[in-house]
């Protein structure tokens, strides 16, 4: 990813770090956030997308195959996040996020590809569609607050689906030794639920400017199973009115999969980019 995104929000966030006005605290007022119950957050994502991914039979996986180079799927895509926070008590809080990304692409590939064992040869027309799903809940707690801001931990549950189909030509054996091409869909479809540990901070520069950090991580190896996952988000929002805010901010997610057993499948996945967030709070 281009480093202009990044260099842009340390560009905003020093500068509303080092501004004498925004980093003396207003009295007679409200932090948002920090004060307030309800908080619904509707982004647009921006995203960069890299993914690898492969899936066999016989605890034998096929090709590993760069799906945006090999199977023509796009590497940037606008996705929809919607997050959500209650807290029911001055120190906690609980969080819901959600989002899905649909892509499809088709291209004619210039290497063999093993799926779930079928074999694409060279120059097959090949078909995909890749539909990955996330959510999570999780449980916060403020270990420090202040009335600026707060910081603290968080645990809870995220839950990615990675579904993808592949339709094209194969090599198909006809059952006497030799082999015929044939229209084939192959497909794999796996539901990952992984625990997270989290940090957190939210700090008002002043009420109405609010920079928000989190980052989740996982790394567990389980018999067949390996999985690790690292999200972090960065935001700067400013509310222009009681209960409504605008925010731009930077997501990266990070996630690797990998199950050796009967019918085994590997992924990794990468998104990162700019997003932009309607904030309402209550």
């Given at each position: ?7 842009l ?5 020093l500068?509303?770090?080092m ?6 605290p207003?009295?007679?007022?409200e932090?948002?956030?920090i004060?307030d119950?309800w ?22 996986i096929?090709?590993?195959i760069r799906?945006?180079?090999t ?5 940037h ?10 807290r ?14 649909n892509?499809?692409?088709?291209a ?10 079928v074999?694409?040869?060279v120059?097959?027309?090949?078909h995909t ?6 959510f ?7 270990l420090?607050r202040?009335?600026q801001g707060?910081?603290?931990f ?42 997270t ?12 400017l ?5 980052a989740?991580?996982f790394?567990?190896?389980l018999?067949?199973l390996?999985?690790?996952?690292v999200?972090?988000s ?6 222009f009115a009681?209960?409504v805010g ?17 019918d ?19």
């Amino acid at each position: 990813m281009k480093l202009l995104p990044y260099v842009l929000i340390l560009f905003v966030l020093l500068a509303a770090w080092m501004s004498p006005a925004l980093a003396e605290p207003q009295s007679g007022s409200e932090n948002r956030v920090i004060e307030d119950d309800w908080v619904i957050d509707i982004a647009g994502f921006l995203a960069e997308i890299k993914t690898d991914a492969g899936a066999g039979t016989g605890e034998v996986i096929g090709t590993v195959i760069r799906a945006e180079d090999t199977l023509g799927l796009d590497d940037h895509q606008t996705v929809l996040l919607l997050n959500g926070q209650y807290r029911f008590n001055p120190k906690h809080a609980l969080g819901v996020g959600l989002w899905s990304l649909n892509r499809s692409g088709t291209a004619l590939i210039d290497e063999q590809v093993e799926f779930e064992g079928v074999l694409y040869d060279v120059g097959a027309d090949l078909h995909t569609q890749f539909d990955t799903s996330w959510f999570r809940v999780d449980w916060r707690y403020s270990l420090m607050r202040t009335e600026q801001g707060e910081a603290g931990f968080s645990l809870g549950l995220s839950a990615y689906q990675f579904d993808i189909a592949l339709n094209g030509e194969a090599t198909v054996s006809d059952g006497m030794g030799g082999t015929f091409l044939q229209e084939v869909r192959a497909r794999q479809n796996v539901l990952a639920p992984v625990p997270t540990v989290g940090i957190f901070m939210n700090y008002a520069f002043r009420p109405a400017l609010v920079m928000r950090v989190h980052a989740d991580f996982f790394d567990l190896s389980l018999s067949d199973l390996e999985g690790k996952l690292v999200n972090t988000s960065i935001n700067l929002d400013w509310y222009f009115a009681r209960h409504v805010g605008l925010g731009i901010g930077l997501d990266i997610t990070d996630i690797s999969y990998q199950d050796t057993g009967t019918d085994p499948f590997i992924v990794d996945f990468r998104q990162s980019g700019l997003t932009g967030h309607l904030l309402l709070v209550f």
